[in-house]
């Protein structure tokens, strides 16, 4: 899939390119949305995990170009990755990522404002994960470190609407709202192919993010 969207996007910069009328821009920040794992939190229970919480803060990681002057395509990700707000007992965390293609149409006015509507059909992937798990070697009674790790995937959909101030030509910062359509059901998976935990996570909530724009 991740291969998909590459190739596309590709495609609509070598057409750009050839068109002569291209504006690539990166737009990196932060984003705030809620969850709702009730049910995931119920199987955690059960193994005596604490709960984990029903907000996330991903880094939000956008390429797009100008195909048209009013319209962009580009990639976007959210990721937990590097901040993982959701922890659980034991070490245990849940990074959430979502990637996909964005669709954006805009407006200028008074020179140094935008207004965009964006919509992204995005896949979504949820793993609860401890790595640092103590194992030991019941005969020769040695420690190692070891990895515990189940896995969830979706399919979403991301509109928002936002406002963007350019600061220079080729600087701005973009604030947005929007609505997450994504749920993690209840079919956890493991390479052991044991699933202790079978909770589902709602995430079709309000979601806002806050971003710098770099373009050219």
Sequence with gaps: MM?????IICIFFATSILQGQYKISYQFGLGIGFTKPDNFNTS????ELSKVGSIWFPLHHDISINIYPSLRLGYKRLSTKLITYNKSSDNYILPIVFNGINI???FTFRKRFEFNFGLSPMTGKASFVNKKLTVTDQKLGVEGKTTAEVKNSTLGLYS???LRMYLFSFLSIDG??????AKFDEKWQSKANENPI???IDMTKPFFQISTVIGW
Excluded: D
Excluded at 3 to 7: A, D, E, F
Excluded at 44 to 47: A, I, V, Y
Excluded at 176 to 181: L, T
């Design 44 to 47: 955690l229970s059960s193994l």
């Design 3 to 7: 291969n998909k969207l590459i190739l």
């Design 198 to 200: 079978s909770g589902s």
């Design 176 to 181: 947005s709202v929007g609505y997450i359509y």
């Design 160 to 162: 928002s609407i936002g």
């Design 104 to 106: 954006e149409s805009f």
